[in-house]
């Protein structure tokens, strides 16, 4: 909800007049002066006053000195140029009418030749009405353009240092919908946003997922605020909370009523931007403005997302494209789901000709079906998929649909198969039950523990599953099978109870499973791998981040295609297009999510949330710990970035003295100075790293503790089997101590051991306790760091809520 600003009136029926005037006259966009009435009309203060020239018109000489001033400033109008300053389209004159009228009778000459000469020099960033034009008829097209100029009133700012510029603006984004962002403002505003640290130069948030004080709170950690509110050195304060706080307000709820969500408006903003707001006698003058805007789209039908609980709990499976002569792609998911526990009398094969296959029977076709499919697993070449979608959806033969096959879309000469498909399939969800869903295409498959059945085609000698172990409280969803299982394949302790494969969204999308995990009680993780969201399908996935925050679950996301290229590779792999990566990870960490940087990060917060949902996050004061003192420096060289930071706790008194008991006693304490982070020397047995941990979970100053296990130490038990008593079974050994302290501490522990593949079965051992283990301290520090980050913001997105968990 937005909290409402006293004293702020947006008068939405006069904006959307504005709007239907300029659609009227073929435009969707409005020129400066419109948009300057726009911002009087939802409440900015000072607008500036203006006056348009038109093109062939004759002003006198008292119409073009009815502005108060010393001067005035003259701006070029025309749709197709947006930089004017480039292309000497803006300029400051004497307030005389001689002056003005020389300086306007030039721009209108000038400007068309500067755009000219620009766009012959920068081929490829020219408007698309310019492109293929050259000499003369470019020219014409630039002159034809251009309305006239805009004559607007000189407010002198109150400095044109660095960062006493804003910009404000709100856009309509593909995925998310409606955005804000604020930052520095000016003409260097691109390069402020590439140059400076994450989140310091321009800042951006859901409009419908945020409200004033969150946004504001988020601005004020920008270098702009700082600059604006006299924080830095040698800076006054020139703007007022209060004002910041009325403009963002403003925007928000223009971007809230004028959005694609909004049922009643007849118009979404595509774009507002006021770049930049300059300020005069705590004043917010916009110097520059520009809005475009369109007719709302009508909305799709909806899916009915409760039917993935039939897709992940089924009661019987039915599989097309199994090969009864060899191991093809249908064979090897018939055979997995059987590992799995799936009762062989509830799954059906569907192959004209054959009477069973590995012990399942056969029915010649979907029509032979006894029963309604929970689930049908189709295993066919995606040539095939389209008569076989549309005779599933007319016989009604199932109420969910796993589509195996890829190059549906993705494929040249396969994009109207594709559109076929997708229609047919929304043309189902308007029926009254709501047809099937279907998860893929190129859905590499699903594993579901509590549905007992896996319908990965990965061979078990490939992917080894222990299908019996107790499966961790966590879904795995993820775009990319092939990142799936390789994360799966490196890292077999996650072990998650769901492992979903969501493929290229050809009808169930990333926030539709999210949707349906965030309410199981089965479930108290969530990880997601990301390549694209559909149209306004990363909104609703936002959504479901927060509400699956507020559920008390934890989210950890990586969203893939964050740099052109990988955004080139990411579209021609999923068919779905990667949004701009900034905008989607600032809404989703600010829905709550855990947000991963790297492949490794990812799977390190995975493993962390895992492990880690039942310990008590209170700080972020870390105590690190080791024998070896690289690795203790190393630990506290790696508390800080642009994304997280760590504090190291000071330790209490009585942790100092119990340390320097149990330092003597082991004929430590003439080697050892405790402090943090601490060193204990190499010497340090199995029992001193436990018993030192121990003491400081204990300390009221520490809120995690990172543990070095020394693995080549001359005297700690790290290795698997009896090696002259290095053997990691040891009663007094590492891997029968720590675990226990671990499961009884509420704090976190998590413990390092770097060394080389000998140590392999001592991580493994940890592991399988539930410990979270890292092979260096400072991919350990880096991962607990952000992890405790994310633990912290959604206790506090759950306090703002009512929710104390």
């Not at 509830?346 to 399942?360: L, N």
Request: contains cysteine; charged residues 25%.
């Amino acid at each position: 909800m937005i909290r409402e600003t006293p004293g702020l009136e947006i008068d939405f029926d006069a904006i959307t007049m504005q709007f239907q005037a300029a659609y009227e006259e073929g435009r969707g966009f409005l020129f400066e002066h419109e948009v300057y009435g726009l911002l009087k009309t939802s409440g900015a203060e000072t607008p500036p006053k203006s006056k348009l020239l038109l093109k062939g018109s004759r002003p006198s000489d008292r119409d073009l000195i009815e502005l108060s001033g010393e001067y005035v400033v003259l701006k070029i109008v025309s749709p197709m140029i947006i930089h004017k300053t480039e292309v000497g389209g803006v300029r400051v004159v004497e307030n005389r009418s001689e002056k003005i009228r020389s300086a306007w009778r030039r721009m209108m000459h000038e400007v068309p030749e500067n755009y000219s000469s620009w766009i012959e020099k920068n081929r490829g960033s020219e408007p698309a009405a310019y492109r293929g034009l050259s000499s003369e008829t470019l020219l014409s097209a630039i002159s034809s353009d251009i309305k006239g100029v805009l004559m607007v009133q000189y407010m002198p700012p109150d400095s044109e240092a660095f960062g006493n510029e804003l910009i404000v603006g709100i856009r309509r984004t593909r995925e998310f919908g409606m955005v804000i962002s604020a930052g520095l403002g000016g003409t260097d505003t691109e390069l402020y946003a590439d140059r400076f640290r994450k989140g310091q130069a321009i800042v951006a948030a859901s409009t419908e997922l945020t409200d004033i004080d969150t946004f504001f709170e988020i601005f004020k950690r920008t270098i702009s605020y700082k600059k604006l509110a006299g924080l830095t050195r040698g800076q006054r304060r020139i703007v007022t909370d209060e004002q910041l706080v009325e403009c963002f307000s403003s925007f928000i709820a223009m971007a809230n009523f004028f959005s694609p969500t909004n049922e009643r408006a007849p118009f979404v903003i595509d774009e507002l931007e006021i770049n930049p707001f300059a300020f005069s006698d705590f004043l917010m003058v916009p110097l520059d403005g520009l809005c475009r805007f369109s007719e709302k789209g009508k909305k799709g039908a909806s899916r009915p997302i409760e039917k993935i609980g039939r897709l992940l709990h089924p009661g019987s499976i039915g599989i097309v494209g199994v090969s009864a002569k060899r191991m093809n792609f249908g064979r090897i998911i018939l055979k997995n789901i059987l590992a799995n526990g799936f009762d062989p009398q509830k799954v059906y094969i569907i192959k004209p000709g054959t009477d069973q296959i590995d012990g399942i029977r056969c029915v010649p076709d979907l029509k032979s079906l006894e029963q309604r499919l929970d689930l049908f697993v189709v295993a066919v070449d995606a040539s095939k998929l389209p008569q076989l979608v549309e005779e599933v959806i007319d016989l009604k033969a199932a109420e969910s649909v796993m589509l195996i096959p890829g190059g549906l879309g993705e494929k040249k000469g396969s994009e109207e198969r594709a559109k076929r498909l997708i229609k047919k399939i929304g043309d189902s969800h308007k029926t009254p039950d709501g047809g099937p869903v279907f998860l893929g295409a190129n859905c590499l498959g699903v594993i579901s523990h509590p549905g007992s059945f896996d319908t990965l085609f990965i061979p078990e000698e490939k992917l080894p599953k222990d299908r019996k172990s107790r499966k961790q409280r966590a879904a795995f969803v993820s775009q990319s099978g092939a990142f799936m299982i390789t994360r799966l394949s490196k890292k077999p302790c996650l072990d998650p109870s769901y492992v979903i494969s969501v493929g290229n969204q050809t009808d169930l999308t990333l926030a539709d499973i999210v949707i349906y995990l965030k309410d199981l009680d089965d479930i108290d993780v969530i990880a997601v791998y990301a390549e694209g969201f559909k149209d306004l399908d990363g909104l609703a996935f936002a959504r479901a981040v927060r509400q699956a925050i507020l559920r008390g679950k934890y989210v950890v996301f990586y969203k893939a295609g964050r740099t052109p290229e990988g955004k080139t590779a990411t579209s021609g792999h999923t068919a779905s297009l990667a949004g701009d990566y900034m905008i989607c990870e600032s809404l989703i960490m600010q829905a709550g999510a855990i947000v991963a940087q790297t492949f490794s990060q990812f799977e390190s917060l995975f493993l962390l949330a895992e492990r880690l949902h039942g310990k008590k996050i209170r700080g972020n004061r870390m105590a690190a710990v080791s024998g070896a003192g690289f690795e203790a420096v190393g630990m506290a060289d790696s508390i800080y970035s642009d994304d997280y930071d760590m504090q190291l706790g000071a330790f209490a008194g009585e942790t100092v003295r119990t340390i320097e008991g149990i330092l003597e006693e082991n004929s430590l304490h003439t080697l050892v100075d405790v402090r943090n982070p601490l060193d204990i020397n190499p010497t340090a047995s199995d029992e001193v790293h436990v018993r030192v941990v121990e003491s400081l979970i204990g300390d009221p100053n520490v809120d995690c503790v990172i543990v070095g296990l020394d693995p080549l130490s001359p005297v700690t038990c790290t290795l698997a089997g009896d090696t002259n008593g290095f053997s990691l079974d040891s009663e007094k050994g590492t891997a029968r101590l720590m675990p226990d302290l671990a499961s009884r501490s509420e704090k976190p522990i998590v413990g390092v051991v770097d060394g080389g593949k000998r140590y392999d079965p001592l991580v493994e051992a940890l592991e399988k306790t539930g410990l979270p283990m890292f092979r260096s301290s400072d991919m350990a520090v880096s991962a607990l760091a952000r992890y405790i980050k994310g633990r912290l913001r959604a206790e506090k997105i759950r306090l703002r809520n009512g929710i104390d968990r």
